[in-house]
């Protein structure tokens, strides 16, 4: 499946990314493209890197070697201008749960250096849109777990990046919420917002429009996931992964 | 004999009670089972599993781990259950070999004794016995947890999300290991929030804020759909997706990895979905029967009333 909104232009380029921690090498010379409002999963088993090359396309870690640029910026020179232009949503929780639902959002606005009117309104949107406009001045703790998952990733697309990289966005979420929280991902890549996210089920890798998987910090296989259950003669994403990730010779440590 | 036995247990958190995590469970796992306890966050698996292993008192209702009571007997249960909590647990600054040290001695055992019983899994992590917990991968501090669980040789063991945030191939990996010890006779309890797990267990109980939505066989889970059930894809899903949930044979209709999934109504022939793919050929639609997975059973039994609601509206009309 392809986004009708996909344009050719790359948000993110990587040319033989690497880091080294002393003699290893835990991201091994990765080089891929994604474009403009697609959404690129990110995958590999624990270990073979993903959140070491996440966090350089972050602006959080610099590379050892090779050259990567985000929304237009240099990972080395640029990472202050390029954590202004992402989103972030990590595997844990990430809101403050002592805060209501409108604090946290005024607060994350605030850091991204929105205006009042901005927050305002974009605060009144989302509201509407999740169907929350009760629970807005309640505390985040409150609320249901499906809830929360849908809101902090509202909250990490508030100050409307062009890109947001989700960390593992759906663990232990029931299925009926895992499937509308990939609803939101599909309406945030319509309207231009790429999509990076990273994910141990493997039936949402079916639902990205194009998955990497790395096996010991390399990138073994690019594809949608269509030409990849062919090129490895599977029936499946989940067989695709396992047929790659059993390959790995990486002792974790 | 009954490894398990739990009797209208309820449990709520909070000053004036006002969070049910466990609403009236119920239910019995025969000794030497594989038992599943299947259900996302929050939906009461580790309350219950606190409560069986006497770390947590119910607010009502009664217990029994190997015939003992849960409260009254709590020492003895101590002294014949494994568990491995769903937070990493160990001492991180001591090796592993002297967690596993730790925990039997502990137990009134040694490593020597029990190691029979661990072999298959503690040869895995043997090589870096010298290492500190602290400093293991996931998966191997995982393997570590799980041999410090059994090396008193549990009767029953008590293992919650043991393979949540684990990759697909440990997570198979894991299973494997299970087995083994199932054969060995002992009775485990596991949770888990991946539904793709239910398949490996005896019996499930999949659970949901609280409640128990169905304990059964796998495969009795399955059999237990009600629903007609399809699969369908097309070069444009999202837009396939909303005009198919228009359809009035349409119940629910869901993406399900490549396909979506489409519930069709009780009693509801496929004529109309067929004439809908019919009609969106120039976007390479195609549809196939499907088979119920676990997953389809699970959000089924979540949104339970949609088919009733139907139903009396219908009856209401009719009046």
Known sequence: MRASNMTGEKVITADKLTKRFGDFVAVDQISFEVEKGEIFGFLGANGAGKTTAMRMLCGLSLPTSGKATVAGFDVYKDNEKIKKRIGYMSQKFSLYEDLTVKENMRFYGGIYGMSDAFIKQKTAFILHHLHLENEGNKLVKSLPLGWKQKL??????????GIVFLDEPTGGVDPVTRREFWNMIYQASEIGITIFVTTHYMDEAEYCNRVSIMVDGRIEALDSPSNLKKQYNALSMDEVFLQLARKATRIES | MTAVAVNNIVKTYGKKKEVAALYDISFEVPQGELFGVIGPDGAGKTSLFRILTTLLLADSGSATVDGFDVVKDYKAIRKRVGYMPGKFSLYPDLSVEENLNFFATIFNTSIEENYELIKDIYIQIEPFKKRK?????????????????LIHRPS?????????????????????MLKGLKQQGITILVSTPYMDEAGLCDRVALVQN??????????GVVQEFPYPLWAIRSDKMLALQREAAKLSSVQDIYPFGEYHHVVLKKGSTAAQLEEFIQAHQVDNAEMKTATPDIEDCFIALMKPSIDTATDSLNENASK
């Open chain 2, 210 to 219: 609280g409640k128990i939505l169905s304990i059964n066989t796998p495969q």
């Open chain 2, 133 to 149: 917990a602290g400093k293991l991968s996931g998966g191997m501090k995982q393997k570590l947890a799980l041999s410090c669980a």
């Open chain 1, 152 to 161: 902090a990733f509202s909250v990490a697309i508030f100050h409307e990046p």
């Open chain 2, 156 to 176: 029953v063991l008590f293992l919650d999300e043991p393979t949540t945030g684990v990759d697909a191939v440990s997570r198979k990996e894991f299973w494997e």
